[in-house]
Nanobody
Framework: QVQLVESGGDLVQAGGSLRLSCAVSRSIADIKTMGWYRQAPGKERELVAAHNRDGDTWYINSLKGRATISRDNAKNTLYLQMNNLKAEDTARYYC??????WGQGTQVTVSS
């Protein structure tokens, strides 16, 4: 059974940086699109970044210029580098590989 394991979340001050990782227990080389979602308390889960295997990327407006999504097919891992973190980035972050599975997520908390 495919597993997604997110890590890298932490408590950081506003302006800080984090790199989130999502380790996938199968080859990701053939996965067309992978993405990062986040869910803040009381809010719906939302897509914040996506990476196409052709290299195309997409970001939610609030992260444009502050985040970089990337994948390492050799390590079967998806990354999300976030810089200049803001309090509104506080949420639990999840990765997705397009098959409906979710991992446990990783908590990002930004203190202002």
């Amino acid at each position: 059974q495919v597993q997604l394991v997110e890590s890298g979340g932490d408590l950081v001050q506003a302006g800080g940086s984090l790199r989130l990782s999502c380790a996938v227990s199968r080859s990701i080389a053939d996965i067309k699109t992978m993405g990062w979602y986040r869910q803040a308390p009381g809010k719906e889960r939302e897509l914040v970044a996506a990476h196409n295997r052709d290299g195309d990327t997409w970001y939610i407006n609030s992260l444009k210029g502050r985040a970089t999504i990337s994948r390492d097919n050799a390590k079967n891992t998806l990354y999300l580098q976030m810089n200049n973190l803001k309090a509104e980035d506080t949420a639990r972050y999840y990765c997705a590989i397009g098959d409906g599975r979710w991992g446990q997520g990783t908590q990002v908390t930004v203190s202002s």
